[in-house]
């Protein structure tokens, strides 16, 4: 079995990636020197993020049946059977 990968997409997928990562540990070391707790701010950003994640996996979810649905019922009905499922 081969694969083929392309470039432009591995690069990018790997930029990607990267700028999480360092995103996490910069976030990380934000937190770890700040001289005080502010569970206000704390509670924003745990909710922002909940529904970052959230919005992100339904989204991926939508485009997934959105093309299953299209495949069995034509690509205007199924997009309109997803759309009323989300």
């Excluded at 999480?20 to 070391?29: E, K, R, V």
């Excluded at 959230?54 to 979810?61: A, D, G, K």
Aim: overall charge negative; cysteine-free.
């Amino acid at each position: 079995m081969t694969f083929t990968y392309d470039t432009t997409q591995l690069l990018w997928a790997f930029g990607l990636t990267l700028f999480a990562g360092l995103s996490t540990g910069i976030g990380s070391l934000i937190a770890f020197f700040a001289k005080r707790t502010n569970t206000n701010f704390l509670s924003f950003s745990l909710g922002l993020s909940a529904g970052v994640m959230i919005y992100v996996s339904f989204v991926e979810l939508f485009m997934e049946s959105r093309e299953m649905l299209a495949q069995l019922h034509g690509e205007k009905l199924g997009f309109t059977y997803a759309t009323l499922a989300f």
